[in-house]
Nanobody, 112 residues
Framework: VQLVESGGGLVQAGGSLRLSCVAS????????MGWYRQAPGKQRELGATITGGGSTNYASSVKGRFTISRDNGKNAVYLNMGSVRPEDTAVYYC???????WGRGTQVTVSS
């Protein structure tokens, strides 16, 4: 199993960013995928999840600002981050719920 994230970087508060995760070695189309994040000194926390059928769930901290989506043909899951805030600064990880696998993460830094 391999999950490879991309798209992180430095963005100003109020801006937007799109994260991507490409999966291999899993039956992607039926797997619930998630984006989690871990800020310095804090525990890893849920950002958003999406089932194989497209049902989504969001943490209250990102609801209304972030959108999770997937392309089963490309084995890819995305996180569109909008109206970002300095408190969104974290390493963002892609997660396969079916296999329990994690990507290595991509750093997102929001400047004020």
């Amino acid at each position: 199993v391999q999950l490879v994230e991309s798209g992180g970087g430095l963005v100003q508060a109020g801006g937007s960013l799109r994260l991507s995760c490409v999966a291999s070695g899993i039956i992607f189309s039926i797997d619930t995928m998630g984006w989690y994040r871990q800020a310095p000194g804090k525990q890893r926390e849920l950002g958003a999840t999406i089932t194989g059928g497209g049902s989504t769930n969001y943490a209250s901290s990102v609801k209304g600002r972030f959108t999770i989506s997937r392309d089963n043909g490309k084995n890819a899951v995305y996180l569109n981050m909008g109206s970002v805030r300095p408190e969104d600064t974290a390493v963002y990880y892609c997660h396969s719920h079916g296999t329990g696998s994690w990507g290595r993460g991509t750093q997102v830094t929001v400047s004020s």
